[in-house]
């Protein structure tokens, strides 16, 4: 049983930021592969940012490179999403995604998870 808890998200203004952050419990399993997914209103689910079992590497899609950053704190469990720069089109439902693993690398589909968080509205203003 892995439990997948998301925080933060809301409203904000275009050019505002914002931080959610992520923290993936298990009784067996301590560190995960983890990643956000974002889904809009009418759009299918796609990923944002991942980052390793380890935390020594990353993936961003192209959209919101140079303007996100994924982390880890707390040794392995945590992972914050920093989002500067906020646009409308970044307005969406983000999930959580984990996978239990200490691995060097990380997934970016969907179905590579096997535990997800509730998901945490993110709104921007035009």
């Known amino acids: 049983q892995v439990d997948v808890v998301e925080s933060g998200g809301g409203f904000v203004q275009t050019g505002g930021s914002l931080r959610l952050s992520c923290t993936a419990s298990?009784?067996?399993?301590?560190?995960?592969?983890m990643a956000w997914f974002r889904q809009a209103l009418g759009k299918e689910r796609e990923i944002v940012a991942a980052i390793s079992g380890s935390g020594g590497n990353t993936y961003y899609t192209d959209s919101v490179k140079g303007r996100f950053t994924i982390s880890r704190e707390n040794g392995k469990a945590t992972v914050n999403l920093q989002m500067n720069s906020l646009k409308p089109e970044d307005a969406a439902v983000y999930f959580c995604?984990?996978?239990?693993?200490?691995?060097?690398?990380?997934?970016?589909?969907?179905?590579?998870?096997?535990?997800w968080g509730q998901g945490t509205q993110v709104t921007v203003s035009p």
């Open positions: 298990g009784r067996v399993c301590h560190t995960f592969i």
């Open positions: 995604a984990a996978r239990c693993s200490d691995a060097h690398f990380y997934y970016t589909r969907q179905r590579d998870y096997d535990h």
